[in-house]
C-alpha cells in the first residue's frame, strides 16, 4: 500500500506561480513512479505530469510543458509540482498518483495503482 497527501494548492491569479507537494508513505514506496492528474468541474481527470521512481525520466501533457516541473526528493519521499504561468484553465482538483516501476511512466488515469484525495487549485483572470 501507498499512502498519497496533496498539499500547496490555493487560489493565485494569472500569471502567479504556485507549488504542490506530494508526500508519499508506505513500505514500497521506492518502487513506485509518482504522477500529477487534475480534474476539473464537468470534465474527465486528466494527466498532468509523471516521474519516474529514481527520478531519472518525466513526462508531460503538451498543455503545461514549459510552465510546469516535476521532481522529487527520494530522502523525503516527496514529489513536487512547481507550476508557473499559471492560466485560468488550469484551475483543477490536483491528484498525486502511484503506478508500480515495473510498469513504464504512463499517462493513463487506469494504469495508476494509488490516488491521493487532492488539492483544489483555482487560477482566477
Known amino acids: 500500500q501507498v499512502q498519497l497527501v496533496e498539499s500547496g494548492g490555493g487560489l493565485v491569479q494569472a500569471g502567479d506561480s504556485l507549488r504542490l507537494s506530494c508526500a508519499a508513505a508506505?513500505?514500497?514506496?521506492?518502487?513506485?513512479?509518482l504522477g500529477w492528474f487534475r480534474q476539473a468541474p464537468g470534465k474527465e481527470r486528466e494527466f498532468v505530469a509523471a516521474?519516474?521512481?529514481?527520478?531519472?525520466?518525466?513526462s508531460y501533457a503538451d498543455s503545461v510543458k514549459g510552465r510546469f516541473t516535476i521532481s522529487g526528493d527520494n530522502a523525503k519521499n516527496t514529489v513536487y509540482l512547481q507550476m508557473t504561468s499559471l492560466k485560468p484553465e488550469d484551475t483543477a482538483v490536483y491528484y498525486c498518483?502511484?503506478?508500480?516501476?515495473?510498469?513504464?511512466?504512463?499517462?493513463?488515469?487506469?494504469?495508476?495503482?494509488?490516488w491521493g484525495q487532492g488539492t483544489q487549485v483555482t487560477v482566477s483572470s
Open positions: 498518483a502511484a503506478v508500480f516501476a515495473l510498469s513504464a511512466l504512463s499517462m493513463r488515469v487506469q494504469d495508476y495503482d494509488f
Open positions: 508506505g513500505r514500497t514506496v521506492k518502487n513506485y513512479h
Open positions: 516521474i519516474t521512481h529514481r527520478g531519472s525520466n518525466t
